[in-house]
């Protein structure tokens, strides 16, 4: 099986502007995590998806919002970006109804200047 | 009590040689507790996961040590090799309660060197 895949791997983005990042889980898992990682905060969950409904919510601000597709696909968007949005974005799927066997795509790398 | 501390931060240790990587929680809710493997510009990826119903699981060389009653659990590295070298994460959370789903709590990561 294909791994979990994150589009685009990289990304430059200026404050203010906005921005989408993408995921396609394993086939056959419904269930999307997404983690943003940061050498001072480490992992911090953001938020997770099963059958296209938001099931948890970390403690990020509003900006930060996501969807899943009917095929299991999900993005994540940041609205306002801030200097401090500079992170690794992760997504992670798990076919279990738990959603906690995660398994991690590369992840997209932003950095806002 | 949602948090999970890891230490050491760093740790080196000669070829042959078992790195140990040790994690303590909080939040006796905890009931699933997973380690990871990042290598530089990659995502985690799983490594191996204990409930608290065993004492201690091993896959190949990994294995993980679990007290409940301490609430702490480690991760061992039997025969570690160069290739080892990579930040390890433990992490954990409940496999009941709506609030838990998808949700996996990291510990602040151990960058392992294994010299050759």
């Known amino acids: 099986k294909a791994g979990v895949t994150q589009t685009p791997r990289y990304l430059i983005k200026t404050r203010g502007q906005q921005v989408t990042l993408s995921c396609s889980p394993i086939?056959?898992?419904?269930?999307v995590s997404w983690y943003q990682q940061t050498p001072g905060q480490g992992l911090q969950f953001l938020f997770e998806?099963?059958?296209?409904?938001?099931?948890n919510k970390g403690n990020f601000p509003g900006r930060f919002s996501g969807r899943q597709f009917s095929n299991s696909r999900s993005e994540m968007n940041v609205s306002t970006l801030e200097l401090g949005d500079s992170a690794l974005y992760l997504c992670?799927?798990?076919?279990?109804?738990?959603?906690?066997?995660?398994?991690f795509g590369p992840g997209t790398r932003l950095t806002v200047t | 009590q949602q948090q999970v501390k890891q230490s050491p931060q760093s740790l080196i240790v000669q070829k042959g040689g078992i790195p140990i990587i040790n994690c303590a929680y909080e939040n006796t809710a905890f009931d699933y507790f997973p380690w990871y493997q990042q290598f530089p510009g990659k995502g985690p990826a799983l490594l191996i996961a204990i409930r608290p119903d065993v004492s201690e699981k091993k896959e190949g060389r990994f294995t993980i040590s679990f007290n409940k009653s301490a609430k702490q659990f480690s991760l061992h590295i039997m025969d570690s090799q160069p290739g080892d070298s990579a930040t390890y994460f433990c992490a954990a959370s409940s496999l009941t309660g709506s609030s838990n789903t998808g949700k996996l709590i990291f510990g602040q990561g151990t960058t392992l060197q294994v010299k050759p």
């Open positions: 992670a799927s798990s076919s279990g109804v738990t959603g906690l066997e995660q398994y």
């Open positions: 086939s056959g898992h419904r269930s």
């Open positions: 998806y099963f059958s296209e409904t938001q099931r």
